[in-house]
C-alpha cells in the first residue's frame, strides 16, 4: 500500500475539477438567523417556502438570506444580528429587542425554509417588499430577488419592477396569504415557474 504525505501542499492530490459545489452550511449559518422580529412584536409577519432546482428537487442545502425594513420603511442601521461576546469571542446571537432587518436562514433536508420577521413598510414608489438572495450548490453567482407581500393591490399594480413584467412572472415574485400573518414564497432556480431574479450594473 503507498502512503501519501500530505504534510505539505505539494504531497496533496488535486481535487477533481468538476465539483457540485460550493457548500455553504459550513460557518455561514448562525443560530437564531430566522428570528429576525423582536419577540412578541405585534407586526411579526413569517415568510416561509422551498427553494428547488430546475427539476423540482428541493435543494436541502441552499441559504436564503432576507433583509428589509420596518413597518415604516425604515431601513435599520443597527447591529445585532450576528453579537459575540467580547470577553470570550463566542456567539451571542440577536439581543431580542432591536431589529436589524436581516437574517440568514439554512434549507432542511426538504428545502423549506422560514423567516419571522416585520412586515415591510413601502420605500419611495415600490410596494413593500422583503429583499433575498440565495445562495445553493451550483451557483457560482448568488442570486437576488424580491418577496412582495399581497395586501395592497394598488401598491403592486405601480410598483415599477413589477410593472414590467407579464403577469406569470410577475406571480413568481408576490407571496401567496396563508393568512395569520403567514406567507408562503417558494424560489425556483430554474426551468418552469422559475422565480424572477434580479441583475444589478
Known amino acids: 500500500m503507498t502512503k501519501i504525505d500530505t504534510s505539505s501542499p505539494e504531497g496533496v492530490l488535486p481535487t477533481p475539477s468538476h465539483t457540485v459545489g460550493p457548500f455553504y452550511g459550513y460557518a455561514l449559518p448562525f443560530r437564531g438567523g430566522e428570528e429576525i422580529a423582536p419577540l412578541g412584536h405585534p407586526d411579526t ?3 416561509h417556502g422551498y427553494v428547488s432546482d430546475g427539476e423540482g428537487r428541493p435543494l436541502p442545502d441552499a441559504l436564503v438570506e432576507v ?13 445585532g ?19 436589524t432587518g436581516f437574517g440568514r436562514i439554512q434549507t432542511d433536508a426538504d428545502g423549506h425554509w422560514y423567516a ?9 414608489e415600490n410596494a413593500p417588499y422583503l429583499s433575498v438572495c440565495v445562495f445553493a450548490r451550483g451557483l457560482l453567482v448568488h442570486l437576488f430577488t424580491r418577496i412582495y407581500l399581497p395586501g395592497d393591490e394598488a401598491a403592486l ?6 410593472a414590467q413584467l407579464d403577469a406569470e412572472r410577475r406571480g413568481t415574485l408576490i407571496a401567496g396569504d396563508e393568512g395569520n400573518g403567514t406567507y ?4 425556483r432556480l430554474q426551468g418552469e415557474g422559475e422565480t424572477v431574479f434580479l441583475e444589478f450594473r
Open 45 to 47: 409577519i413569517t415568510v
Open 67 to 79: 433583509w428589509g425594513p420596518d413597518p415604516e420603511g425604515n431601513l435599520p442601521a443597527v447591529d
Open 81 to 99: 444580528s450576528m453579537r459575540r461576546d467580547p470577553a470570550s469571542g463566542g456567539f451571542l446571537g440577536r439581543n431580542g429587542v432591536e431589529f
Open 116 to 124: 419571522r420577521t416585520l412586515r415591510p413598510g413601502a420605500r419611495g
Open 157 to 162: 399594480a405601480s410598483d415599477p419592477l413589477l
Open 184 to 187: 408562503r414564497f417558494d424560489i
